[in-house]
Structure formats: structure tokens, C-alpha cells
């Protein structure tokens, strides 16, 4: 630790945003050889007087992004009196976009982080997900933008939380020879449903993995490729009857059957 370069991030907020840009020039020069320190919600000089003279004593470096252009002024005051490395974040592009739009900025720390619409519709939606997951309640299905379904193991639960993320209510449905599916699957729309399609050999696999990581044998009926066929030959009967839409995600990324679902909703919207 004693050889890699310490920098102070201070901030007026959180902090993200400075270190994100911190780290990114960093990465240039040292291969990660750096420590960083966050210092949040920094409101007075007082506070600065202490990291500045940490910063000091430890050859270190600062960086900051606060609104404040009187305590803006103050760091790099005191860091060129010392001959320390202070790089003003925030300062020069408010300065720059004062120019261009002619008039001051709001001098808010911490607005990029407020709560808006989008963040509750992605709250929402991520509650949806976790409401609805694994057919726990039928009623979700009527109420949501996608349904899932799929066998065990074809990525539904990841699969909504990822598109909960792009604001989207997801309910998925498990597909089990012994149980039959929720009416409810029968009602909604099959525009909003899609298929979750799987190799029998690849589905093989992931089961297998399954058991090991949970310390079981992979001998199991679950990872029976004979039980495993008569499970997705049961998926492509509800499917069908359905009449939705299919995604095979034998060999696809979560990310990437997300963007082909999405796609297709839109499509289809």
C-alpha cells in the first residue's frame, strides 16, 4: 500500500462522479497502482484544511467536485500555495456552460442524485420483479409488461431483474410438467409473453453446476437429460397453446436476451 499513489476525492455529494473521473486518469498513467479515499458532503473549509494537509503529509494528490465556487476557489488556493496537484472537477465545465447559456447555475450539490419519476418507475418495477418471481403469485401476470416463461434454470429470474431495470414489470412463470400452469396465462394478452427456450444438452450442464454448487450429487433427476426432455417438451405444449413468442437462450447472455425480448415488445407495441 505505501507504494501506490493516495488521492483524495472531496465532494459535496456522494462522491461518485469524482472518483469515476479520478479513476479514469488514473488508469492512463499506473496500472491501478493507487489508493483512493472519498471524502463526501464536504460543506466547509475546515474540512478541506484537514484533507489538504493529509494530502500534504502523504505526497498525495486531490481531486474535487463541489458547486460551491467560493470553497472551488479556496482548494486550489491552497494548493498552489503548497505546490500540490488539485484537480478541479466541477469548476471549469460550470464556467464553460455559464458562458454558453448566460446565466448562473443553481449552485445545488447533489441534484444528478435527486429522486425523479424515472428512479420510482425503476424502484417500482424492481419490486414487481421480486413480487412476482417464480409464478409466487399469479395476479402479477395480469398486471405485468412481460411475462417469462421458461423451465428451471433459463435465466427468468435475472432476466426480470434486468428489465426491471429498464423500467419494465416482469412476472415470470416456472414450467413443470406435474403443475399446470396459471389460468391467468391463458387470459393476458400473448403479445406480453415470451417463451424462454433451452437446449436439452446446454440445460444439462447448467443443472449439473447447479447441484455441485449446492453440494449435491449430479445424479439427480433435475439433471436427468430424460426428465430434462420431458420438461421442455411440456414448455413447447404451453407455448404453443399460448401462441407467444420464443427466445432461445441456450448460448445468449442475460444482456443479450434482454435486448432481444425488449425488441420484440417494442415491435409489437
Known amino acids: 500500500m505505501a507504494d501506490k499513489k493516495l488521492v483524495y476525492v472531496l465532494s459535496d455529494s456522494v462522491g461518485e462522479t469524482a472518483e469515476l473521473v479520478i479513476k479514469a486518469g488514473l488508469s492512463q498513467f499506473n496500472d491501478g497502482e493507487y489508493q483512493i479515499q472519498r471524502v ?22 486531490v481531486g474535487f467536485t463541489l458547486v460551491d465556487p467560493e470553497l472551488r476557489e479556496y482548494i486550489n488556493d491552497q494548493a498552489s500555495e503548497s505546490g500540490m496537484e488539485a484537480i478541479d472537477i466541477m469548476g471549469p465545465m460550470m464556467n464553460a456552460m455559464k458562458r454558453a447559456f448566460s446565466r448562473s447555475p443553481r449552485l445545488e450539490p447533489g441534484l444528478v442524485h435527486q429522486l425523479d419519476e424515472d428512479y420510482f418507475k425503476r424502484v417500482e418495477a424492481i419490486e414487481f420483479a421480486v413480487k412476482y418471481d417464480d409464478g409466487r403469485d399469479p395476479r402479477g401476470i395480469a398486471r405485468a409488461d412481460i411475462i417469462l416463461i421458461g ?27 406435474e403443475v399446470d400452469p396459471p389460468e391467468e396465462l391463458y387470459e393476458v394478452d400473448p403479445a406480453k409473453c415470451i417463451g424462454l427456450k433451452i437446449n436439452s444438452e446446454k440445460l444439462n450442464d447448467i443443472r449439473k453446476e447447479r447441484l455441485k ?23 413447447d405444449k404451453v407455448v404453443e397453446k399460448i401462441g407467444c413468442d420464443v427466445v432461445d437462450v441456450s448460448y445468449k447472455a442475460v444482456e443479450e436476451t434482454a435486448n432481444t425480448i425488449m425488441r420484440k415488445i417494442k415491435n409489437k407495441a
Do not use: C
Not at 464536504?42 to 498525495?60: P, S
Not at 439427480?220 to 417438451?233: C, G, K, V
Open 151 to 177: 423451465v428451471s434454470r433459463t435465466s427468468k429470474t435475472p432476466l426480470s431483474q434486468y428489465l426491471a431495470h429498464k423500467r419494465l414489470k416482469v412476472a415470470n412463470v416456472p414450467i413443470v410438467p
Open 213 to 235: 454448487a449446492l453440494g449435491l450429487g449430479d445424479q439427480a433427476s433435475y439433471a436427468n437429460l430424460e426428465r430434462i426432455h420431458q420438461e421442455l417438451e411440456y414448455f
Open 40 to 61: 463526501p458532503y464536504v460543506e466547509d473549509k475546515n474540512t478541506i484544511d484537514e484533507i489538504m494537509q493529509l494530502a500534504r503529509e502523504k505526497q498525495g494528490i
